[in-house]
């Protein structure tokens, strides 16, 4: 009999501490309500400076979209974030060099998640670009030297790219959606429905998601506390310096000239991901910049 006053008692308690819990996250929420913190979807947006008309239905409902999925993609967000920390201090001063605005540090985000990945068409590196479009953007592209993988000189050809766009379209927002639609593809649709603004266009599936997803990612990196993703400062990968070595003449054992440099074959192939092979032809004298790291190993 005591046994079960006991139990009574507990349950009495956890069932009265339950309301209290419930009743205070009530609270809070009626509070927010009050005021006027409703939910996470911001009030406002923009690519480029160019505003993003979320006040339009169909607009609003593809940014909610894009913005609930990679929220909720915790580990592809969060490597996101960390290499950024590596890899947009690289991207930035190019961008700004070349006069394109700082938001399009987002779209290498979303075309490779800001690794040398590889697509099933043959894209490839940080910017995402194929062989013939990266030679037209002044880059080498062959068995020996791939400066695809070459985050330099990759951003510089898309800056090349970027400018070329907007030059056609008058507009930030439409040079991000052809680098995905093509500037024929995207020129094309313009023609036929007879708009010149991205929101008011029909486009494939792939290029009416791009922009959003590039302004999803934005959002959720520039305000990463607000969605959660609470990553401290020493979990973010880190720069590591490194200097430049001229070559201007061919290496015939990549592997014996790491050693060379007092580190190994890995990590020479971590650093200057554009040497595709386990040697560098080289014989027309041309001049390339190899990195070696000074520390980190």
Request: net charge neutral; aromatic share 10%.
């Given at each position: 009999?005591?046994?079960?006053n006991?139990?009574?008692?507990?349950?009495?308690?956890v069932?009265?501490?339950?309301?209290?819990?419930?009743?205070?996250?009530?609270?809070?929420?009626?509070?927010?309500?009050?005021?006027?913190i409703?939910?996470?979807?911001?009030?406002?947006?923009?690519?480029?400076g160019?505003?993003?008309?979320?006040?339009?239905?169909?607009?609003?409902?593809?940014f909610?979209?894009?913005?609930?999925?990679?929220?909720?993609l915790?580990?592809?967000?969060?490597?996101?974030?960390?290499?950024?920390?590596?890899?947009?201090?690289?991207?930035?001063?190019?961008?700004?060099?070349?006069?394109?605005?700082?938001?399009?540090?987002?779209?290498?985000?979303?075309?490779?998640?800001?690794?040398?990945?590889?697509?099933?068409?043959?894209?490839?590196?940080?910017?995402?670009?194929?062989?013939?479009?990266?030679?037209?953007?002044?880059?080498?592209?062959?068995?020996?030297?791939?400066?695809?993988?070459d985050?330099?000189?990759?951003?510089?050809?898309?800056?090349?790219?970027?400018?070329?766009?907007?030059?056609?379209?008058?507009?930030?927002?439409?040079?991000?959606?052809?680098?995905?639609?093509?500037?024929?593809?995207?020129?094309?649709?313009?023609?036929?429905?007879?708009?010149s603004?991205?929101?008011?266009?029909?486009?494939?599936?792939?290029t009416?998601?791009?922009?959003?997803?590039i302004?999803?990612?934005?959002?959720?990196?520039?305000?990463?506390?607000?969605?959660?993703?609470?990553?401290?400062?020493?979990d973010?990968?880190?720069?590591?310096?490194?200097?430049?070595?001229?070559?201007?003449?061919?290496?015939?054992?990549?592997?014996?000239?790491?050693?060379?440099?007092?580190?190994?074959y890995?990590?020479?192939?971590?650093?200057?991901?554009?040497?595709?092979?386990?040697?560098?032809?080289?014989?027309?004298?041309?001049?390339?910049?190899?990195?070696i790291?000074?520390?980190?190993?």
């Amino acid at each position: 009999m005591k046994l079960i006053n006991k139990v009574a008692v507990i349950s009495t308690v956890v069932f009265a501490s339950g309301l209290f819990v419930f009743a205070t996250t009530n609270d809070a929420k009626q509070k927010n309500i009050e005021d006027g913190i409703v939910s996470n979807f911001p009030v406002k947006l923009d690519f480029a400076g160019e505003e993003t008309p979320l006040k339009i239905s169909d607009v609003m409902e593809r940014f909610d979209r894009e913005l609930l999925v990679n929220v909720n993609l915790h580990a592809s967000t969060i490597l996101a974030i960390k290499r950024a920390n590596r890899a947009f201090p690289v991207i930035e001063p190019i961008l700004k060099k070349n006069g394109i605005p700082d938001d399009f540090k987002y779209l290498a985000v979303i075309e490779s998640g800001l690794v040398n990945a590889v697509s099933p068409a043959g894209a490839r590196g940080v910017w995402q670009f194929m062989p013939d479009t990266a030679k037209e953007r002044g880059m080498e592209v062959t068995e020996n030297v791939d400066q695809r993988y070459d985050l330099e000189k990759s951003t510089e050809a898309a800056c090349s790219y970027f400018l070329s766009a907007k030059g056609k379209f008058g507009s930030w927002t439409l040079a991000a959606a052809s680098y995905n639609g093509g500037m024929s593809g995207v020129n094309k649709q313009i023609g036929i429905q007879k708009v010149s603004d991205y929101y008011d266009l029909l486009l494939t599936e792939e290029t009416s998601r791009y922009v959003f997803r590039i302004l999803a990612l934005k959002e959720i990196m520039k305000n990463q506390v607000k969605y959660e993703f609470n990553i401290l400062p020493g979990d973010l990968y880190e720069i590591l310096p490194t200097k430049k070595i001229e070559i201007d003449s061919s290496i015939t054992d990549l592997a014996a000239f790491a050693k060379g440099q007092g580190i190994n074959y890995k990590i020479l192939k971590i650093h200057n991901p554009w040497l595709r092979e386990t040697k560098l032809i080289n014989d027309t004298g041309k001049k390339y910049q190899i990195e070696i790291p000074l520390k980190g190993y």
